[in-house]
T-cell receptor
Framework: AQKITQTQPGMFVQEKEAVTLDCTYD???????LFWYKQPSSGEMIFLIY??????QNATEGRYSLNFQKARKSANLVISASQLGDSAMYFC???????????FGTGTRLTIIP | DVKVTQSSRYLVKRTGEKVFLECVQD?????MFWYRQDPGLGLRLIYF???????EKGDIPEGYSVSREKKERFSLILESASTNQTSMYLC???????????FGPGTRLLVL
């Protein structure tokens, strides 16, 4: 069984500051994938970034990077130079390799303050 | 771009009604999923389908059924809606062998 833990229910961050959203996971699968999704108030889940457990380097996508620490079982999302449009719910998720099902955390609501 | 659409953004039904939630994707994805989202619980998988006419139970299938008669369409059915099924329902799809899922806009269902 897989488990995702997001311990920050809500965060307030000043615009233009960097943000780190925490995610820890637990799994017995030897290979797995880690995901971050963004959910604006409109409701649609938007895929942000993916990290494979076998990837040597941390994933990056524009202003998003995933700080993957395998030994600590953490997969934190870092958003650089936050913008007002980053205000949303953020979900961490994982899957076993080739499982194709995702297990989600409970989410973190990020609010960017002007 | 992957496009996943859901038939309604908001739906209000009465207890005991049969409810159909429709999901359509236009990228020829083999896999389709139905989740419900509740505050403090994240997303929980209800059912998923790897192929036409094929379905498997997720973590919370009780009170729900699904239908996949065509590859692009995956329907979630509440046979007799109850107030505890008031929730946000999200549909997703993915290619076979790929883990990244693409989501629709969601349906907010209120059961009175």
């Amino acid at each position: 069984a897989q488990k995702i833990t997001q311990t920050q229910p809500g965060m307030f961050v000043q615009e233009k500051e960097a943000v780190t959203l925490d995610c820890t996971y637990d799994t017995s699968d030897p290979s797995y994938g880690l995901f971050w999704y963004k959910q604006p108030s409109s409701g649609e889940m938007i895929f942000l970034i993916y990290q494979g457990s076998y990837d040597q380097q941390n994933a990056t996508e524009g202003r998003y990077s995933l700080n993957f620490q395998k030994a600590r079982k953490s997969a934190n999302l870092v958003i650089s130079a936050s913008q007002l449009g980053d205000s949303a719910m953020y979900f961490c998720a994982m899957s076993a390799l080739l499982d194709e099902k995702l297990t989600f955390g409970t989410g973190t609501r990020l609010t960017i303050i002007p | 771009d992957v496009k996943v659409t859901q038939s309604s953004r908001y739906l209000v039904k009465r207890t005991g009604e049969k409810v159909f939630l429709e999901c359509v994707q236009d990228m020829d994805h083999e896999n389709m999923f139905w989740y419900r989202q509740d505050p403090g619980l994240g997303l929980r998988l209800i059912y998923f389908s790897y192929d036409v006419k094929m379905k498997e139970k997720g973590d919370i299938p009780e009170g729900y059924s699904v239908s996949r008669e065509k590859k692009e369409r995956f329907s979630l059915i509440l046979e007799s809606a109850s107030t505890n099924q008031t929730s946000m329902y999200l549909c997703a799809s993915s290619l076979a062998g790929e883990e990244t899922q693409y989501f629709g806009p969601g349906t907010r269902l209120l059961v009175l």
